[in-house]
């Protein structure tokens, strides 16, 4: 596609449950972001990959949380015995070099119940 | 070290008047800027980008920007603001090395435009 793309596009979980969401980036592109957006506020850093280096996982706020991206393209992040607290709106975007400008996509939303 | 300071959490402006969204930054690198705006359930847009040419960026929408780096400043302005201009704005830093390009968002200016 042209864009970059999410999914789900909503996600309703039990908590405790485990959860995995889905990006595919820009076909090219090289950068690829997870951040969450709580209600209100503003986006809050996850894990940043860039082509075949080791990722930034400095966002990622527990081990719960993980994200892997395969062959350089899809990503995958998984949330492990989901709490109520991780409800927010996941946006993934792609890059197609480090440094240049973020394409975002739509966002999973993600209630735990 | 990269970081970048949104000096408004809400901006209120009257329809037909100027808008200033200010952002500071602070990056160990050359630093590549960014505006970005989010509408009500929308996804994020990117209004300008800063890369090391013009210091004066213009963006879509009647935008644009302002590169200082002796003031570490990249602050957003348009002179006249419209109703559809209501949004949340993000300014974002990123460093041009290759090994640091990680992007780093302010907090928002939360942007109210009046009749």
């Known amino acids: 596609g042209a864009g970059v793309s999410q999914s789900p596009s909503n996600k309703v979980t039990e908590k405790g449950k485990d959860v995995e969401l889905r990006c595919d980036p820009i076909s090219g592109h090289t950068a690829l972001y997870w951040y969450r957006q709580s209600l209100g506020q503003g986006l809050e850093f996850l894990i940043y990959?860039?082509?075949?280096?080791?990722?930034?996982k400095s966002g990622l706020p527990s081990d719960r949380f993980s994200a892997e991206r395969t062959g350089g393209s899809v990503s995958t992040l998984t949330i492990q015995r989901t709490q109520q607290e991780d409800s927010a709106v996941y946006l993934c975007?792609?890059?197609?070099?480090?440094?240049?400008?973020?394409?975002f996509g739509q966002g999973t939303r993600l209630t735990v119940v | 070290a990269q970081s970048v300071t949104q000096l408004d959490s809400h901006v209120s402006v009257s329809e037909g008047t100027p808008v200033l969204l200010r952002c500071n930054y602070s990056?160990?690198?050359?630093?590549?800027l960014f505006w970005y705006v989010q509408h009500p359930n929308k996804g994020l847009q990117l209004l300008l980008k800063?890369?090391?040419?013009?210091?004066l960026v213009k963006g879509i929408n009647g935008f644009e920007a302002e590169f200082k780096k002796s003031e570490t400043s990249f602050h957003l302005t348009k002179p006249s603001a419209h109703m559809s201009d209501a949004a949340e704005y993000f300014c974002?830093?990123?460093?041009?090395?290759?090994?640091?390009?990680?992007?780093?968002f302010g907090a928002g200016t939360q942007v109210v435009v009046t009749p």
């Open positions: 800063y890369t090391s040419a013009a210091t």
């Open positions: 990959f860039q082509g075949n280096s080791a990722p930034d």
């Open positions: 975007a792609s890059s197609p070099e480090s440094g240049a400008e973020a394409f």
């Open positions: 974002v830093v990123s460093a041009t090395s290759k090994s640091w390009g990680k992007l780093q």
């Open positions: 990056s160990s690198y050359s630093p590549s």
